[in-house]
């Protein structure tokens, strides 16, 4: 059974630091783009930022552009989010996606294939 778990999630101050991690279970995607979204409440899932298969092309929101950084180490089969100066509008649960067509940067929910159940991330003010 392919599984996507995320970890890491949590309550922070505005201005603090969380990192997130998604480990793969089931098969690898080391030749896969994979992604981050975002959903806050009431509101569509939303886009944070995608990785080539091999890690050399990362692509970002402008809301997170320069704040959040995500990496990705194939042999632990495990996509991560480094999340630094949260924001409270940063506040929502946090999906890592799979695209098993793709090996470079997509944007596109629709084209992920797998994805997780989720990480919660509030910040407070």
């Known amino acids: 059974q392919v599984q996507l778990v995320e970890s890491g999630g949590g309550s922070v101050q505005a201005g603090g630091s969380l990192r997130l991690s998604c480990a793969a279970s089931?098969?690898?995607?080391?030749?896969?783009?994979m992604g981050w979204f975002r959903q806050a409440p009431g509101k569509e899932r939303d886009f944070v930022g995608a990785i080539s298969w091999n890690g050399g092309s990362t692509y970002y929101a402008d809301s997170v552009k320069g704040r959040f950084t995500i990496s990705r180490d194939n042999a632990k089969n495990t996509l991560y989010l480094q999340m630094n100066s949260l924001k409270p509008e940063d506040t929502a649960v946090y999906y890592c996606?799979?695209?098993?067509?793709?090996?470079?940067?997509?944007?596109?929910?629709?084209?992920?294939?797998?994805w997780g159940q989720g990480t919660q991330v509030t910040v407070s003010s």
């Open positions: 996606a799979a695209d098993l067509d793709d090996w470079e940067i997509v944007v596109d929910l629709t084209l992920y294939d797998y």
């Open positions: 089931g098969r690898t995607f080391s030749t896969n783009a």
